[in-house]
């Protein structure tokens, strides 16, 4: 097939190793990020949400021809945001995501899936983010404190989105969820709701307290059974280590310690686990006016 | 400090390089699981898992000293099996847990935290184990269609442990449960309910009819709505493969096709999270007579 050269801007990137694609590549890592204020994002599915939900923040859309022709909705969200999207060849998208940063799997480097775009950081602000949150009214939130795994804190974010939770909090030393692994499980959601990180845990919770919101954590040894409680209309599900769940001064402080019943052998639930069947819990009991669309176990 | 040698025997490894490391890091192929007839279990907790549930099926216990140390219950349960435990070097552990086979993530070289086990594949056969569930009563099964990841694989075994599901089957080309990944990722959950393979859906479709098992698959355009329908009491919950959900043909032949309700902007679940929400939301609704053991968000 022939077309048209891109008329590249600056100039075209046809090096593996060139400076540029060095750049991308090093966004994989937190301080590049912090340094630039840029993110990298991984993959038709959640480039598709960073264009359609955050367009303003997008700045870059590097694309295969072969992911052009199979996406022709990218190109034309990204025209649509003022971006002028370059196609690059396949090794140019591979070196772009590839990366040898902590927080980037193995698996990261083959799956790109042909596109790549470039996009401000978020304001991510935490205590910003709760001062926008209405004074009254249902609320839902999930405090993630010290999750440390970027695919978790992606698959966390999505469930979050599909519960209709209002807002994400990442306190501690949990991952980045700007990272590309973490933006790339999260499908997309991380572009979907607010996701905002830094939060000192005392000052949180005490910030929650001020809102209104009760702060419910889970806990094997509570008295309280997830299935038998009425939830509070405005909470905020708090999230442990992957190793060793919440904390017992959080658990301490928590307006809420709810055990998950159990009835099988297993001795406990991974922490995406716990969170899904906390968040869709809370959904239940306040099911009603939420959306009918589209739903399923697709995409992984 | 000094500790009276090993006897080992047959003899003591004390290279990585060595036939017996070699044979043991072949089993995280496939091939290899099916050639030999044996599984490796990597870690600690699956290895606990192994020895508390299946201690007939175990056949070689290596620890490091750390390890030894730090988990004295696991040489306990073993010598209680007649398994005598090998101490081996950290580097050792490490080489066996090392492998190039597809199913085996670039994590799992570095996290096999001093603990290996070698033991028999168990037997799997799917229709004997339908035929070994009683005749009436409720009961919960899963069944996966090409969920292609072991860490997913893993993931949906451990958590339909926790919901207490009786029966997991794996149909199609699915991951293998029996592979070190997931059997990692499903924290032992593997060893505690029945886990078969091999199942031909359509055949498996019409035993399950036969047994007097509904079946229900996940869809975004069906019209029962998860949270408002009254769940069947012998109900196999089907999920398909991580990208495409399940296949219209095997929707079709469902007799319950269920909309789990999304609330945010999230097109879809993943197919841990759309599995888990279906399986507690089951649990719920037979809520009663569960046990109320240890519950929480702990282990990764």
Same mark, same amino acid.
């Given at each position: 097939?022939? *077309? %048209? ?14 400076? &540029? ?8 890592? *937190?301080?590049?990020? *912090? ?10 599915? @959640? ?11 997008? *700045? ?23 971006? &002028? ?9 591979? @070196?772009?995501?590839?990366? =040898?940063?902590?927080?980037? !799997?193995? =698996? =990261? ?10 996009? /401000? ?15 009254s009214g249902p609320l839902t939130l999930l405090? %993630? ?6 695919? $978790?804190? !992606?698959?966390?974010?999505?469930a979050a989105d599909a519960a209709g939770a209002d ?19 999260? /499908? +997309? ?8 990180? +830094? @939060? ?12 209104g919101i009760a702060v419910a954590a889970t806990?094997?040894?509570a =008295?309280a059974d997830l299935f038998e409680l009425e939830l509070p209309g405005r909470l905020a599900w708090v999230m442990? $280590? ?12 928590a307006d809420l310690a709810v055990r998950i019943p ?7 639930? $991974?922490? @995406?686990?716990a969170a899904t069947v906390c968040l869709f819990e809370t959904l239940r009991q306040r099911h009603g006016g939420i959306r009918t !669309?589209?739903a ?5």
């Amino acid at each position: 097939m022939t *077309r %048209l050269p891109e008329r590249p801007d600056p100039a075209p990137i046809t090096s593996p190793r060139s400076d &540029r694609v060095r750049r991308i590549a090093a966004l994989s890592g *937190r301080s590049a990020r *912090r340094r630039t204020g840029l993110l990298r994002v991984d993959g038709p599915q @959640a480039v598709r949400s960073l264009l359609s939900e955050r367009a303003a923040d997008a *700045r870059e859309l590097f694309l295969t021809e072969t992911a052009d022709a199979a996406h022709p909705e990218l190109r034309e969200l990204a025209e649509r945001a003022g971006i &002028r999207p370059r196609t690059v060849a396949e090794e140019i998208i591979r @070196a772009m995501a590839r990366s =040898d940063d902590a927080d980037h !799997g193995a =698996d =990261d480097v083959a799956t790109p899936q042909g596109a790549i775009a470039v996009a /401000a950081r978020p304001a991510d602000d935490w205590s910003t983010a709760l001062g926008a949150l209405p004074d009254s009214g249902p609320l839902t939130l999930l405090v %993630l404190a010290e999750v440390r795994d970027p695919g $978790n804190v !992606g698959t966390l974010v999505r469930a979050a989105d599909a519960a209709g939770a209002d807002l994400v909090v990442l306190a501690r030393a949990s991952a980045d969820p700007w990272g590309p692994k973490a933006i790339r499980a999260s /499908a +997309g959601s991380a572009f979907h709701l607010p996701v905002v990180t +830094g @939060a000192p845990l005392p000052e949180l919770l005490e910030a929650l307290a001020a809102r209104g919101i009760a702060v419910a954590a889970t806990s094997g040894h509570a =008295d309280a059974d997830l299935f038998e409680l009425e939830l509070p209309g405005r909470l905020a599900w708090v999230m442990g $280590n992957e190793a060793r769940g919440v904390d017992e001064e959080t658990l301490a402080a928590a307006d809420l310690a709810v055990r998950i019943p159990l009835a099988g052998r297993a001795e406990s639930l $991974n922490v @995406a686990t716990a969170a899904t069947v906390c968040l869709f819990e809370t959904l239940r009991q306040r099911h009603g006016g939420i959306r009918t !669309g589209a739903a399923g176990s697709a995409t992984p």
